[in-house]
């Protein structure tokens, strides 16, 4: 007999220690946990919140935001570096900037500003808005780094800062930005504070590896930077130059290439100190990697290194090349972004179906007159085996084209089509389950096997909450928030409620026996079935778009408190669009729009069609949609898969509804 299920199991699975950075753990109940501090002592049980929240009316699929865990990271990333700095007896300091393109959001800008006060921690813009926003929002004490292609007003936004008393860095990252910068700063009587970015030979590595290196899109060459260095000193402006910069690209997945590029960079620092340029800053970028997957490898979606190993190599690596040199100590900058808000949010969306590969609301039931392909394909099935996959895979394939070519021509009938791609279907599954026996399963059927799992209807769109997912095919964690001590026999793809063939995910995080696929509880008929997605933190709360005008979702803000009942509260409440203002969005107007269908009732009700009564309920009825959550309508109650088992008898006595034979 097989040992019974575990929690730990479900762990292991779902690679959750991996990719949870202890954040995240299961009870007794088998229900997902949040520990925002890492304390396992203040736990909060997250489908009760979830419960929770639905009780309160807010509709699914929600975005949790946790913000005590953003809180922890940028804590956990500053005082890592105070004590590498402490350790390796470094003489600068750590000075870190938050790249608000990773996420814009206010509450997120504001809560990093907040958590990293004591640290001196700034921020970074890289475009007009973003600049408009932290100008406004970032403290005199802390770098304000301005990255990007600049014109002449964004110059001016960032020596207008300046004039502020705001340390403001503006960083010259093309040869044509510096006359931008020596006109606007004589234009305003103003000595502006600059930075080099500098083209690094290391190239990066994992999906963004290609924004280092000779062909990337922003640097400086070297010549371009002696070119600069020399144009500074004529325009008596050498002094201003205090920074150097560098990166080589969004989740570096390997450490040894961000040892190398910090190498290299630290080396034109040290020989730029030598030459006479009065550096103080030495900004690594960003490149800080997350675990999406667990693994803890070089794959694009993880890292094969920890945040400590990372922070001991930028400082160590800073300091030997300075101690070569005989060069003063940098204070160092980062742009580390992913790695400090992808933790703290998580999207829960209800699962209201699924579609069990190989099912079919009818039976291919046998009969006496059935077409001989028919009963062909019945006879390949009972000769799958272990030894036979492949044979019978490719038998059945042929038949079944044999088929459709016989239904084209007149030659099939409709029922009898109806059970060769039932039949077809079965086999495939049927090859499925015996393929743990066999001991080589062929490329074509390994293939094949991937397109046969159970689809799970989730409330929710890919394009407006996952994009990257959708776009790069970033891989997010995805768990079943409870059920987590039952084990997880089913194997699907989530599917969203777009009408588009691209909303789904079919590739998961999770343990390889999973082989990619998310493993799944099967549906009970009115019990909801909750799934919570991942690191969703980085990039994608401004990425997303309105594909099929579904607009934002609504969105949750959870603070721990240990003296409220289930450890927590909820602070605050964001309302996801309603249909009027995605409709608005886009310039349909919900007053237009109701006028011209009560022009299309009116004609109904002088043609006779319409009783006028009739004509008012239905404009009122089609006005009332405007005010409503564009997502489905649905308290998270699932409805079970389709299955092969007989049927249960129903709650009157009677069987249950059945298949139909054909």
Not at 466 to 472: G, K, M, N, V
Not at 596 to 610: F, R, Y
Request: net charge negative.
């Amino acid at each position: 007999m097989s040992k019974p299920w575990t929690t730990e199991d479900s762990e292991k699975l779902y690679t959750l220690k991996g990719w949870g950075l202890k954040y995240f753990g299961i009870n007794a109940a088998g229900d997902l946990t949040l520990q925002p501090r890492r304390d396992p002592d203040h736990s909060i049980d997250i489908k009760t919140m979830v419960d929770d929240v639905v009780a309160r009316g807010i509709k699914l699929p929600v975005l949790f935001r946790f913000q005590d865990v953003l809180r922890h990271r940028v804590q956990q990333l500053n005082e890592t570096f105070r004590k590498a700095i402490a350790e390796f007896k470094y003489q600068g300091k750590y000075l870190g900037v938050y790249p608000i393109k990773v996420n814009q959001m206010r509450e997120v800008v504001e809560e990093i500003l907040e958590a990293g006060e004591p640290y001196q921690f700034g921020l970074e813009a890289g475009s007009k808005g973003e600049l408009m926003a932290v100008l406004a929002m970032n403290g005199s004490d802390n770098l304000t780094i301005v990255n990007g292609y600049k014109d002449d007003t964004m110059v001016r936004l960032a020596l207008i800062g300046v004039k502020l008393g705001k340390k403001v860095l503006v960083v010259i990252e093309k040869p044509s930005e510096l006359d931008t910068v020596i006109r606007v700063s004589k234009e305003l009587g103003v000595r502006p504070l600059l930075g080099l970015r500098a083209k690094l030979q290391t190239a990066g590595a994992g999906k963004w590896k290609s924004s280092s290196g000779a062909a990337a899109k922003f640097g400086l060459t070297t010549p371009e930077i002696l070119a600069t260095l020399q144009r500074l000193e004529a325009e008596g402006l050498k002094d201003c130059f205090k920074l150097l910069h560098f990166h080589i690209g969004s989740q570096v997945t390997e450490i040894q290439t961000i040892k190398d590029a910090v190498k290299e960079g630290a080396r034109f620092y040290a020989k730029l100190r030598k030459a006479g340029a009065p550096l103080e800053y030495l900004d690594c970028g960003g490149g800080l990697g997350v675990d999406y997957d667990g693994t803890g490898t070089a794959r694009d979606s993880s890292m094969n290194y920890t945040l400590r190993e990372y922070v001991n190599d930028l400082v160590y690596t800073i300091h030997e090349v300075c101690q070569e040199e005989k060069v003063p100590e940098p204070h160092i900058v980062t742009e580390s972004g992913r790695a400090l808000v992808a933790h703290h949010s998580m999207l829960v969306v209800n699962v209201f179906g699924a579609i069990e590969a190989g099912s079919a609301p009818i039976e291919a039931v046998e009969s006496p007159d059935e077409n001989k392909a028919v009963k062909e394909m019945r006879e390949i099935i009972k000769a799958v085996t272990p030894k036979t996959l492949s044979e019978c895979y490719h038998d059945g394939l042929q038949l079944r084209e044999e088929a459709y070519t016989m239904f084209k021509l007149g030659f099939l009938e409709l029922a009898d089509r109806a059970k060769i791609e039932m039949l077809f279907a079965h086999l495939c599954v049927e090859i499925r389950s015996q393929m743990p026996k066999a001991k080589y399963v062929p490329e074509d059927v390994l293939e094949m096997v991937k397109t046969i799992n159970d689809q799970y209807l989730c409330n929710f769109s890919i394009f407006q909450s996952l994009p990257d997912s959708w776009a790069i095919g970033q891989l997010f964690p995805i768990i079943p928030l409870h059920r987590l001590n039952e084990e997880p026999v089913r194997r699907g793809a989530l599917v969203d409620i777009t009408c588009d063939s691209d909303g789904k995910i079919s590739q998961f995080a999770c343990h390889r026996k999973a082989g990619g696929i998310l493993p799944l509880h099967p549906l009970k008929n009115g019990d909801p079935y909750y799934l919570g997605i991942f690191l969703m933190g980085a990039y994608q709360a401004t990425m997303g778009d309105i594909h099929n005008l579904f607009g934002r979702v609504n969105e949750v803000h959870v603070y721990e408190d240990a003296e409220e009942p289930n450890g927590y509260y909820i602070e605050d409440v964001f309302q996801g669009q309603t249909v009027r203002e995605v409709l608005d969005d886009i310039q349909y107007n919900e007053y237009d729009l109701a006028k011209m269908v009560k022009s299309t009732i009116d004609i109904q009700v002088k043609a006779g069609a319409l009783k006028p009564r009739e004509g008012v309920d239905l404009l009122n009825a089609y006005e009332a949609v405007m005010k409503e959550y564009t997502y489905i309508e649905h308290n998270g109650h699932a409805a079970a898969a389709p299955s092969n088992d007989p049927p249960a008898p129903a709650a009157n006595g009677h069987a249950a509804p059945v298949a139909q034979p054909v």
